[in-house]
């Protein structure tokens, strides 16, 4: 399993996982003075027979008053038997802070690709489009 | 407006007043028929047997249950239970010999006990049946007339294995067997007591059946053991409620509960768990939910030193649902780890997990889950909502899910935040004349109601009651 690790403020991550591959990406996200702020964003495309486990944590420590963190995995299966973990989670260790995660994985729905096949794409061309789409959209917070 | 204020605060002084302390923390005499000797053995095990003077297959399944205990470890993870010490608990006590039928014939103390519970006033209230757990036996049980007619079986757990053993032996053990956790191979060993309910075909239980649980000895383990079967479109709601008295010794709470919902079948389930703040609350509960059944845990911690408890839906058939909703408030020198597990086995099966924690005067409130969604569960959707409130700086709040997807055409969302009560929020009510006490109550009350609605009016009266006496004094 190719094993992929961040630690850091504030990123976006994407990714696709190939055919038959495996990967685990973790991130660590970790405030220990006042006022700190960070966020990671990490989207990811799971393709045929492979398999993502994502894991992330936030961590404020005691001494991080006022910090504000957020965590986003979104994950797209794509290909037949493509599998997907999210472990999102969170250590708080003071009040006065705002921290939240969320984590989703979904797939492409049949109306998205009948209505770019309506338009003339292929089967193969709308799904590729709607990947590269989901890759580089902002995010919507 | 002035007027309203004035109710409030006599309300809280009302509160304060009832609530002042933990209002369940009175010890009894005791006054037990049979107490066991203090540790665990086979002597112990077979000793419950024989006095229970059980049929041969239990016997067997208590020793095998045994051994599985003496192999399996404490898990690693989750809160920390190095401190409990399996040799200074008394594994059974015996109150009272034999279930009461009528109120009036059970033993005093007992009776005393219960009369502050307020039990009989609740049954007054035309409760559908009722079930009083004192130590380790069922001491009182009574079922409305009407539903014993139309087929309801509403027991304890041990007159349930002489009246309905085919049932029984069925059902026991199989959906949580004694292998899949160590204090699920205690319970198997040493159970005692607990409900047994089998809900006929078609038949809606229109009020709710409930039990109550206490503890009374210092140093003492209770093992009830609830089974619940829903029938074929049948309905059932079943509340628990549990409290002890404060000793300064620990106390050991490891229940199983295993719940069976057949095809369109529906089964709520609600704890308001008010443990004093010295036992060991660690608890497996697991329903298996058929095509078109819905299964629903209400799930509220409020007392125990250390809770474990995650209820868990297997969704076995499809459009199966199944639903967590789960308070807990964490205050000093406690860890409520509690949260739900949702496993989708069938295609078009839905779940949804909501937690709601509180964490304050240097308690500690973590949310552990998990979503599996396996493959072949077409179409499935789950979502999980985790919302965590930290009112001091000493207080801590952690959130813990795993969400395994393995199948494509399926769906999952999950959330979670962790917030401080707003400085606006409060003082947008003080301006409006409630005080900062009050005012925080008012906030964490609001917090709180999509769940709280959902339990039966005397159980969400009492909850935001604790909630307030909780929060006096708490502002960090």
């Known amino acids: 399993m190719k094993k992929l690790s961040y630690k850091g403020r504030s990123m976006v991550k994407t990714l696709r996982v190939g055919s038959g591959e495996q990967v ?32 992330g944590i936030i961590k404020i420590k005691k001494e991080a008053h006022l910090a504000e963190a957020f965590l986003r995995q979104k994950v797209l299966l794509v290909g037949d038997k493509a599998r997907a973990e999210a ?26 690709i009948f209505y770019l096949m309506g338009r003339g794409f292929s089967r193969e061309e709308a799904i590729e489009l709607i990947i590269k789409a989901f890759l580089g959209e902002e995010d919507e917070n | 407006m002035s007027k309203f204020v004035s109710k409030k605060v006599e309300e809280a002084s009302e509160v304060k007043k009832t609530l002042g302390e933990y209002k369940y923390g009175f010890a009894m005499p005791e006054n037990n028929v049979y107490k066991a000797e203090k540790g665990l053995n086979e002597k112990v095990v077979e000793k419950i ?44 006590v015996k109150p009272s010999n034999g279930q009461e039928k009528s109120w009036d014939d059970v033993p005093k103390e007992i009776k005393e006990t219960y009369d502050r519970l307020g039990i009989p006033e609740a049954e007054k209230e035309h409760l559908g049946g009722i079930k009083a757990q004192y130590e380790s036996e069922v001491v009182y049980g ?53 409900s047994f309910i089998y809900v006929p075909k ?35 709601h079943y509340v628990e409620g549990c409290t002890a008295p404060i000793y300064s010794v620990d106390s050991l709470h490891s229940a199983v509960v295993e719940i069976y919902v057949k095809k369109g079948g529906r089964c709520r389930y609600t704890t308001i768990q008010n443990w004093s703040n010295n036992v060991y609350n660690l608890v497996t509960k697991r329903a298996r939910v058929e095509e078109e059944g819905i299964m629903e845990w209400i799930d509220g911690n409020l007392g125990s030193k250390i809770t474990m408890k995650y209820p868990a839906v297997v969704l076995a058939g499809r459009k199966a649902h199944g639903e967590v909703l789960s308070i807990a408030v964490a205050g000093k020198g406690q860890h409520q780890d509690a949260g ?17 924690s509180i964490s304050m005067r240097g308690g500690r409130s973590s949310y552990r889950g998990l979503i599996n969604i396996l493959p072949g569960a077409k179409n499935s959707r789950s979502k999980v909502v985790c919302d965590a409130l930290i009112l001091d700086k000493e207080s801590r709040s952690d959130t813990y899910p795993v969400n395994k997807i393995g199948e494509k055409e399926s769906i999952l969302e999950h959330e979670a935040t962790v917030s401080k009560i707003g400085e606006e929020q409060l003082f947008y009510l003080m301006s409006r004349g409630f005080s900062e006490e009050e005012a925080e109550a ?31 004094g708490s502002v960090g």
């Open chain 1, 24 to 55: 685990s990406l973790a991130t660590m996200s970790v405030y220990d003075k006042p006022r700190q702020r960070g966020e990671v964003v990490i989207k990811a495309v799971v393709m045929d027979g492979a398999f993502l486990d994502l894991s």
């Open chain 1, 87 to 112: 472990k999102p989670e969170l250590e708080i260790e003071t009040d006065e802070v705002k921290a939240s995660h969320a984590a989703s994985v979904g797939r492409i729905s049949e109306e998205e």
């Open chain 2, 49 to 92: 047997s024989e006095i229970k003077d059980e049929s041969e297959w239990m016997r067997e399944f208590r020793k095998k249950s045994l051994e599985i205990f003496y192999k399996k470890e404490m898990p690693k993870w989750g809160a920390d239970l190095s401190e409990i010490n399996f040799d200074e608990i008394y594994y059974y």
């Open chain 2, 142 to 194: 009574s079922l409305m007339e009407r539903f014993k007619k139309q087929g309801i079986v509403f027991m304890g757990m041990d007159e349930a294995l002489k009246e309905y053993p085919e049932m029984v032996k069925e059902h026991f053990g199989k959906l949580i067997p004694p292998s899949d956790n160590k204090f699920a191979a205690l319970n198997s060993a040493v159970w005692s007591g607990g």
């Open chain 2, 202 to 236: 078609g038949v809606k239980v229109d009020l709710p059946l409930q039990a109550y649980f206490r503890i009374n000895s210092p140093k003492m383990g209770q093992f009830e053991r609830t089974l619940i079967i829903v029938d074929e479109g049948a309905y059932v």
């Open chain 2, 340 to 356: 739900g597990k949702c496993i989708h086995m069938a295609p078009e099966t839905t779940s949804r997990i909501i937690s709601k």
């Open chain 2, 442 to 472: 008012m906030i964490v009350n609001g917090f709180m109601e999509e769940i709280v609605k959902e339990l039966p009016m005397e159980y969400s009266v009492e909850l935001n009651r604790l909630i307030a006496l909780q929060m006096e």
